[in-house]
């Protein structure tokens, strides 16, 4: 089991910053790629940014490339989304995913198992 836990979540305006963490214990956090995803009101779930375990592979959704930064610390078990020039559409509910090792950078809701609570951001225009 690997429990997660988001924050850093919060109002901002248009163009501002924010940074996302998320806490995991449990089973070794290293061993799991990491991921965050998005969901707004009405809408499917949305990928926005996947890392490997070594931290040498990253993969962003379309709509937060250039703007959005995923990273993560092994020794703090924490993964970060760093979210810049935010747009009023960038507000949703951001969840902190965690898949196996094996399954390798999947951008699929479908391949991670444990999930988090969520954080709201809200992007005010």
């Known amino acids: 089991q690997v429990q997660l836990v988001e924050s850093g979540g919060g109002l901002v305006q248009t163009g501002g910053s924010l940074r996302l963490s998320c806490a995991a214990s449990?089973?070794?956090?290293?061993?799991?790629?990491m991921g965050w995803f998005r969901q707004a009101p009405g809408k499917e779930r949305e990928f926005v940014a996947a890392?490997?375990?070594?931290?040498?592979?990253?993969v962003y959704g379309d709509s937060v490339k250039g703007r959005f930064t995923i990273s993560r610390d092994n020794a703090k078990n924490t993964v970060y989304l760093q979210m810049n020039s935010l747009k009023p559409e960038d507000t949703a509910v951001y969840y902190c995913?965690?898949?196996?090792?094996?399954?390798?950078?999947?951008?699929?809701?479908?391949?991670?198992?444990?999930w988090g609570q969520g954080t709201q951001v809200t992007v005010s225009s």
């Open positions: 449990g089973r070794t956090f290293s061993t799991y790629a």
């Open positions: 890392i490997s375990w070594s931290d040498s592979i990253t």
């Open positions: 995913a965690a898949a196996p090792i094996h399954r390798g950078i999947t951008t699929a809701t479908y391949e991670y198992d444990y």
